[in-house]
């Protein structure tokens, strides 16, 4: 069975076959059937590659292999796989609290083309820096990160429904206390001393 790349490389060729049919011999379109196959070869397929291709690519771009595939993102990569239980992301990620394939997206759900108009830009700004500028070094988030990130699966849980987290529970709602940088749950990727602590595994 054909998976949505294959797809879109069969209806790229169709496409491709009919301009080249069209434009070699224009007296097709003399006939109502060349006129719709001249609209099928202009406009339909066209349209309908480029929305395909998009959410194709969107879809991939949710991978953690797609997020990890830069360079400069490897060190993060490999801080999924610390072997110290106090490393958020790597305790997430290796008791599968979250989807191991799709780990960045869903702890950065506000990211890139999936957030706001702002954010869309920011996303912008990460291409023109790729090809025309210098990464930032080290990499900061644009924004302070949102709790709302956590609280869209912690929040119900019986083991964040404690009484530490529930007598501030507005105030992390809120964003006043912050569950990343409070000092409760603050060791996030730290990309710059990943390479001095020990793997659970290695990187796959």
């Known amino acids: 069975m054909l ?21 070699s011999r224009a007296s097709l379109t003399a006939t109502p059937a060349g006129k719709i196959l001249a609209f099928l070869a202009f406009c339909a397929l066209p349209i309908l590659c480029g929305f395909w291709g ?12 797609f997020c990890l595939s ?11 796989y610390a ?35 702002q954010v869309k830009l920011h996303g912008l700004r990460h291409i023109y820096v790729q090809y025309f500028g210098t990464p930032m070094n080290p990499i900061r988030l644009y924004d302070p990160y949102n ?4 609280l869209h699966c912690h929040a119900g849980a019986r083991s964040f429904e404690n009484d530490t987290h529930m007598a501030m529970l507005d105030q992390i709602k809120t964003n006043q206390i912050s569950c ?25």
Not at 55 to 64: A, I
Not at 147 to 150: D, F, L, M, V
Not at 180 to 204: F, L, P, Y
């Open 83 to 117: 072997n110290d239980t106090v490393y958020i992301p790597a305790a997430h990620f290796q008791n599968h609290r979250i989807p191991p394939d799709e780990a960045c997206y869903t702890c950065h759900t506000d990211y890139a083309m999936y957030g706001t108009i």
């Open 147 to 150: 709790n709302r990130e956590c």
């Open 70 to 80: 830069c360079h400069i993102m490897e060190p993060y990569g490999r801080s999924l």
């Open 3 to 23: 998976g949505p790349t294959s797809i879109l490389f069969v209806l790229l060729g169709t496409t491709i076959a009919l301009l080249v049919a069209m434009l």
């Open 54 to 65: 998009l959410n194709d690519h969107l879809e991939r771009s949710k991978q953690t292999a």
């Open 180 to 204: 990343v940088s409070s000092g409760c749950h603050d060791t996030i990727h730290n990309a710059q001393s990943i390479s001095k602590i020990k793997a659970w595994r290695s990187q796959e």
